[in-house]
């Protein structure tokens, strides 16, 4: 007599774990979670972070870009350093002949009156 | 965290089903659901390096999200929890709404939410993530007697209360 009502309560046990089974399928999360969640992890990423995030490929390009910018950078400062040096160097050689040729110019005027008046230097 | 942002929203998309379901129905609040859900990623995004493969993640992002879902159901305390003493007084059962009212799912789910905590818990990563008692112990760090035990009792509470309020759970006597 009671195994009829067995069988009957294990076929409702499995019904009933059945209809639990399709109650609890997963559901979908409200829309937009994914661009929610992504904003706040964008929001906690540091900048160092975000390098870091790159792609190592993009991480060399750009360690390389970066290194070959310095290396230009200084060369050109260098560069403009040099020319600026030859150009100061230049200007100061023409102010001191023009120093000269003032100095000899006068020198020259003052032995001419000299000469005039009679003085004379050595034989 | 060498993750590109491709690649996360990906395991995101992937995975969001399966987080947010089990933040949903152990919290049984969509809101808070969402709220644990999103931590659980934030604390993947820090964790991802550490995870070999998908597989990793899957089982990485079901532990932490039964995890963080249970804090938020003690913090919150969002419902009070049902005794299992409750469930043995039928007169006590709310909501005796007629099963054509309301479906059949939606009722269990409702059911569910009613359970203790610990049944609850289990029952979730029984039928819904299809997990094994030894596998639900080792992801809950309990006993498989244990794990076991609030299987056994979370489903009959089910059955009781289903039996008082789904009649076609109730067989019509010969």
Do not use: C
């Given at each position: 007599?009671?195994?009829?009502?067995?069988?009957?309560?294990?076929?409702?046990?499995?019904?009933?774990?059945?209809?639990?089974t399709?109650?609890?399928?997963s559901?979908?999360?409200?829309?937009?979670?994914?661009?929610?969640?992504?904003?706040?992890?964008?929001?906690?990423?540091?900048?160092?972070?975000?390098?870091?995030?790159m792609?190592?490929?993009?991480?060399?390009?750009?360690?390389?870009?970066?290194?070959?910018?310095?290396?230009?950078?200084?060369?050109?400062?260098?560069?403009?350093?040099?020319?600026?040096?030859?150009?100061?160097?230049?200007?100061?050689?023409?102010?001191?002949?023009?120093?000269?040729?003032i100095?000899?110019?006068?020198?020259?005027?003052?032995?001419?009156q000299?000469?005039?008046?009679?003085?004379r230097?050595?034989? | 965290?060498?993750?590109?942002?491709?690649?996360?929203?990906?395991?995101?998309?992937?995975?969001?089903?399966?987080?947010?379901?089990?933040?949903?129905?152990?919290?049984?609040d969509?809101?808070?659901?969402?709220?644990?859900?999103?931590?659980?990623?934030?604390?993947?995004?820090?964790?991802?390096?550490?995870?070999?493969?998908?597989?990793?993640?899957?089982?990485?992002?079901?532990?932490?999200?039964?995890?963080?879902?249970?804090?938020?159901?003690?913090?919150q305390?969002?419902?009070?929890?049902?005794?299992?003493?409750?469930?043995?007084?039928?007169?006590?059962?709310?909501?005796?709404?007629?099963?054509?009212?309301?479906?059949?799912?939606?009722?269990?789910e409702?059911?569910?939410?009613?359970?203790?905590?610990?049944?609850?818990?289990?029952?979730?990563?029984?039928?819904?993530?299809?997990?094994?008692?030894d596998?639900?112990?080792?992801l809950?760090?309990?006993?498989?007697a244990?794990v076991?035990?609030?299987?056994?009792?979370g489903?009959?509470?089910?059955?009781?209360?289903a039996?008082?309020?789904?009649?076609?759970?109730?067989?019509?006597?010969?």
């Amino acid at each position: 007599m009671n195994q009829p009502e067995e069988l009957n309560h294990e076929f409702e046990q499995d019904q009933f774990e059945r209809e639990l089974t399709r109650a609890m399928r997963s559901v979908d999360p409200p829309e937009g979670f994914a661009q929610r969640t992504m904003a706040r992890v964008q929001s906690i990423v540091p900048v160092r972070a975000k390098v870091l995030l790159m792609p190592r490929r993009v991480r060399l390009w750009a360690g390389g870009a970066i290194a070959a910018a310095l290396l230009a950078g200084v060369f050109f400062a260098e560069q403009a350093h040099q020319r600026r040096q030859r150009e100061e160097a230049a200007l100061a050689q023409r102010q001191f002949e023009l120093a000269m040729r003032i100095t000899d110019h006068a020198l020259e005027h003052t032995r001419q009156q000299l000469w005039d008046a009679g003085v004379r230097f050595g034989n | 965290m060498a993750i590109a942002d491709d690649e996360f929203r990906r395991l995101i998309e992937t995975h969001q089903r399966m987080v947010f379901s089990i933040a949903l129905r152990i919290t049984g609040d969509y809101s808070t659901a969402e709220e644990v859900a999103q931590d659980v990623f934030l604390e993947l995004y820090r964790s991802v390096e550490q995870l070999a493969s998908e597989d990793h993640i899957r089982y990485w992002l079901r532990r932490v999200a039964t995890h963080r879902a249970i804090d938020a159901l003690r913090r919150q305390a969002l419902r009070p929890v049902a005794g299992a003493d409750e469930w043995d007084d039928d007169r006590s059962i709310e909501g005796d709404a007629p099963i054509s009212s309301i479906s059949l799912q939606a009722r269990l789910e409702e059911l569910l939410r009613a359970l203790p905590e610990p049944m609850r818990v289990v029952v979730v990563l029984r039928y819904q993530e299809e997990m094994l008692p030894d596998e639900i112990a080792l992801l809950l760090g309990k006993s498989v007697a244990s794990v076991k035990s609030h299987l056994h009792h979370g489903l009959m509470l089910l059955r009781r209360k289903a039996a008082v309020t789904m009649k076609e759970y109730v067989r019509e006597p010969a």
